[in-house]
């Protein structure tokens, strides 16, 4: 016997086969998911395909562009697949789905609803749809669409439901205790929503909002049963690095003792890639904005710094990205430990001192170039270097 040839190989481009017999062959690489050979035969289709197939050819293309990324051929693939059999429902979803990551949530919406109208009961694109109204601020819609569906096990209808509670709510407390609502549930949440919410927190501690970003800290920190939860360290350690430093310069009644025991024995699970991407998203900033406010503290006010930059220097080296040299931050948070005491910033000839050491610091680096304009020319020059890198002058 010859060898076994998988479903639709070297079959397309085949002269002895039907327009209808190709098109069989491409249903059985599509249904076995053979993505890769499936390209390679649509490769090999001549330049005119005949009416009666445009359209699922489109949606071949289409679909093959969304698997790799290319989220705006995508998107023409399957308008042209759409126009051609507007009443196929899965090609809708699809769409939709490619103008959700082009950010189109308007044209998003509208694909999906016609999705819904063709098949009322199509998950993916109640899913898809919910999120869709999530973005254009209309949580009671994606509650309405998700609230029949049975849950599966990425928690993808548990993660919609949080999502909408929380933009349902009419202020950034309430926001923040139906966050700490969700997380206290059985099962944990998917990771997407928890470092939805994470990044918003560390928005609100680079603007200064530090009361709200306490409030919302301290959600984060909520644990939940679920053992999958307590062994992920998303987002509960980045929390309370951020929680701990937010104490040494705003500091609050309630002991920093037990979260600070829980960080320290936390340095057993070993790093993600979330923790790195939310490093480089705000948490190193945010470490640099701490840092530079307790150097101009007096050593007297620090005296209670000792333990919680240790443990928060260990955490911060445990989830640092690989292959990065953060000597220069390591080294200024063990001077803080240490207690040495920096020159204070005084008149114009320590500004370029200021402006490097509060360069994360948005507020007080704002107040700093305020003062940089009332320097004369001479004056002026000594702080021209770090006037060009804060303002980012080549």
């Not at 919910?130 to 509650?143: K, M, Q, R, Y």
């Not at 679920?226 to 690095?241: D, K, M, Q, S």
């Not at 790093?271 to 307790?294: F, K, M, N, Q, Y």
């Amino acid at each position: 016997m010859g060898q076994q040839r998988r479903p639709g190989e070297a079959l397309v481009v085949s002269k002895k086969l039907t327009w209808d017999q190709i098109v069989d062959a491409c249903k059985a690489l599509d249904r076995c998911q053979d993505y890769q050979e499936l390209a390679q035969q649509l490769r090999q289709l001549p330049a005119q395909i005949p009416q009666a197939h445009r359209a699922i050819v489109a949606y071949w293309r289409g679909k093959l562009a969304l698997l790799e990324g290319d989220d705006s051929q995508a998107v023409q693939f399957l308008s042209e697949a759409t126009a051609l059999a507007p009443q196929n429902a899965a090609t809708h979803v699809l769409l939709g789905s490619a103008l959700v990551r082009c950010q189109q949530w308007m044209d998003a919406r509208t694909a999906l609803a016609h999705a819904l109208e063709l098949q009322p009961a199509l998950a993916v694109a109640r899913l898809e749809l919910a999120a869709v109204e999530l973005e254009l601020a209309d949580p009671a819609g994606a509650f309405a669409l998700v609230a029949s569906l049975p849950d599966n096990e990425a928690g993808a209808l548990r993660g919609q439901h949080a999502r909408a509670s929380v933009q349902a709510t009419s202020d950034l407390s309430a926001a923040a205790k139906a966050v700490e609502q969700a997380l206290l549930r059985d099962s944990r949440l998917p990771e997407a929503v928890l470092l939805e919410w994470v990044q918003f927190t560390g928005g609100l501690l680079l603007l200064g909002s530090l009361q709200v970003g306490r409030t919302w800290l301290m959600a984060l920190c909520t644990i939940t049963p679920a053992a999958a939860a307590i062994a992920n360290p998303v987002p509960r350690r980045v929390a309370l690095i951020a929680l701990s430093m937010l104490e040494l310069i705003q500091p609050s009644k309630q002991s920093v003792d037990d979260w600070l025991e829980e960080l320290a024995a936390m340095q057993w699970l070993p790093p993600s890639a979330s923790e790195h991407r939310i490093w480089d998203a705000w948490l190193e900033s945010w470490v640099l904005t701490v840092a530079g406010r307790l150097e101009g503290q007096t050593r007297e006010d620090r005296l209670s710094c000792d333990r919680p930059l240790e443990i928060c220097i260990q955490a911060l080296q445990c989830i640092q990205p690989p292959g990065r040299n953060n000597y220069d931050l390591f080294l200024r948070l063990t001077r803080l430990r240490q207690g040495l005491q920096l020159d204070p910033v005084q008149g114009a000839d320590h500004l370029g001192g200021a402006l490097e050491r509060h360069g994360r610091d948005l507020l007080v680096l704002m107040k700093l170039l305020e003062r940089c304009c009332e320097l004369d020319d001479q004056r002026l020059r000594r702080c021209r270097r770090q006037l060009e890198l804060q303002l980012q002058i080549e």
